[in-house]
């Protein structure tokens, strides 16, 4: 007689789960990239009901094996976006103790400003012409898009797109700019 091997699957209703917008993914996710998402996602799992946590950037950085300089700065980054609002608790005496992240509501979220054009030749001559971002579009379901194994350049800057528009990736990481000329004038490596 065969012998049964037996094995245990997961309860789902023990309460070990937490909540992370949509909107973060489809939105900010996409202009911040991957590292933001894994802080946004660490910031969700430790916040209790009222949306508040407190882990220390060095723990963040150690879960998810980042420097602190890089999670530091992407919390400035969610400050700056009001992604969450930072309360920075004092002990009686006045010593610092610890950050308190509350994570705000999706409607607090304020969206980054316009990025200079890439590629078109004003752009050049006047630094200071602004293109729209992609708007929030949170209902279009892009998951099921196959990732192509070779990526596109232009003047050695990494292109991505990006809500029907393509991008250019500065190599200091600044904000992303909108490529305004022909995808002729881009290279596949």
Request: charged share 30%.
């Amino acid at each position: 007689m065969a012998q049964q091997q037996l094995f245990k699957v997961r309860d789902k209703r023990n309460r070990g789960w937490f909540w992370v917008e949509n909107e973060y993914f489809n939105g900010f996710g996409k202009i911040l990239g991957a590292n933001a998402i894994a802080v946004y996602v660490s910031l969700c799992r430790h916040a209790d009901q009222e949306q508040r946590c407190f882990p220390a950037q060095k723990e963040i950085a150690k879960e998810l094996k980042l420097s602190e300089r890089t999670v530091r700065n992407i919390i400035k980054d969610f400050q700056k976006y009001r992604i969450i609002e930072i309360e920075r608790e004092r002990t009686a005496k006045g010593k610092w103790l610890h950050n308190v992240y509350w994570l705000l509501d999706k409607t607090e979220w304020k969206h980054p400003e316009a990025t200079i054009a890439c590629g078109h030749p004003e752009a050049k001559s006047n630094r200071n012409q602004r293109q729209p971002l992609p708007p929030n579009k949170t209902h279009i379901n892009n998951t099921q898009k196959k990732a192509s194994f070779k990526k596109r350049y232009f003047r050695n800057m990494e292109m991505r797109q990006a809500q029907g528009k393509w991008w250019c990736i500065p190599k200091d990481g600044g904000d992303w700019l909108e490529f305004a000329g022909k995808l002729e004038q881009t290279e596949l490596k």
